[in-house]
């Protein structure tokens, strides 16, 4: 049985743990929040034994082997490496980090606790996106990719009322890219690797970060353009065109369905069908990680996370993105 603290009190989170209660070894036993109030009435709501407001306690504490880390993406090096100082193992929401050099700190500090760490990327874990890469050599050679993710954000109408959520706060490392971007980038990581050249444009927020944009990424005989916004929405399935036929994938954040147009007429479905929650497949992969007693996941590994956090970087930089002020 692992047990799991739980940092942040908040719709992610509760998505987790609903999830990580369909895996047989999966214990929450604790949560942390600023608030003592939130953090008790979430720990009442979900039936969890131990609240912390104070995060060193927490990490120091014997109640728990493992933390899942959902906040602010510019607090996830620092808390993370503080559990893992504490020898113990971190799953860390995406995106993983503010920028590469905090990935390396991260990915440094759990080779030097002998702990293991992951980003919680949950798309390519899932039973859909596995059959994307048994499948995709039905299409033939890659002539193009393409893939939006955009959700107009509630959090939106607050930001143009003048206030300063989360989602919008350069000072922790939002914008779209990092929010809903990021689910484009990696899959392309996944199936591709590492692109030739990076080219980004971007819709500006007065706070500085990005609302929405665009990322052309260059391989060996093909592109792959992926769109992404907080303050617009898209309903366009994933594509991946090839010579002998299509490949779509619906709802690449959370696969649901995939199919191949087959260049002759004829649609293949090559959906699977999902009984458990989007997020049980990457605690699954986690806990089969720690498990195993490996620093990192063989499928989320550390490299896909690097080069994901370095075609993040180069984008914010190319669309002139306030960055946050850490490193």
């Known amino acids: 049985m692992i047990r799991f603290g739980i940092v942040g009190s908040n719709w992610i989170t509760e998505r987790f743990i609903k999830a990580g209660r369909q895996h047989e070894q999966f214990l929450v036993s604790a949560v942390y929040s600023r608030s003592k109030e939130k953090a008790q009435e979430f720990a009442k709501k979900q ?14 504490s014997t109640e728990i082997d493992a933390v899942y880390i959902a906040t602010p993406n510019s607090l996830h ?21 503010s920028n590469r050099e905090e990935a390396e700190k991260m990915m440094a500090a759990a080779k030097n606790n002998g702990v293991s760490l992951m980003e919680a990327m949950k798309s390519t874990l899932m039973p859909n996106f596995l059959a994307v890469k048994e499948n995709i050599h039905k299409i033939g050679k890659i002539q193009s990719y393409f893939s939006a993710n955009c959700r107009l954000s509630p959090f939106y109408e607050q930001y143009k009322n003048g206030e300063m959520p989360n989602l919008f706060n350069p000072k922790l490392s939002g914008g779209a890219l990092m ?40 391989y060996d005989g093909f592109r792959a353009n992926v769109l992404f916004s907080c303050i617009s929405e ?8 090839g010579e002998a ?43 089969e990680t720690i498990q195993s007693n490996t620093l990192e996941s063989p499928r ?15 984008a914010r930089r190319q669309m002139k993105v306030t960055m946050a002020d850490k490193s």
Do not use: R
């Open 77 to 97: 090096c620092e808390q993370a490496i503080l559990f893992m100082n504490n020898k113990k193992h971190v799953i860390c929401e995406k995106p993983f980090a």
């Open 234 to 241: 898209s309903t366009l399935p994933t594509e991946i065109q």
């Open 179 to 218: 929010d809903l971007g990021v689910y484009t980038v990696y899959p392309i990581v996944e199936l591709f690797g590492a692109p030739k050249s990076i080219a980004a444009f971007g819709n500006l927020l007065s706070t500085g970060v990005d609302g929405n944009g665009q990322i052309t990424l260059e």
């Open 300 to 314: 989320n590994t550390w490299a896909k996370t690097l080069l994901t956090m370095e075609i993040l970087d180069e």
């Open 47 to 60: 039936q969890i034994k131990h609240t912390f407001y104070n995060l060193d306690e927490m990490a120091a």
């Open 245 to 287: 036929g299509t490949m779509l994938i619906h709802h690449i954040s959370s696969p649901k369905k995939t199919e191949i147009l087959i260049a002759n007429g004829t649609t293949e479905d090559i959906s699977e069908s999902e009984q458990l929650e989007p997020m049980y497949y990457e605690i699954k992969e986690f806990i």
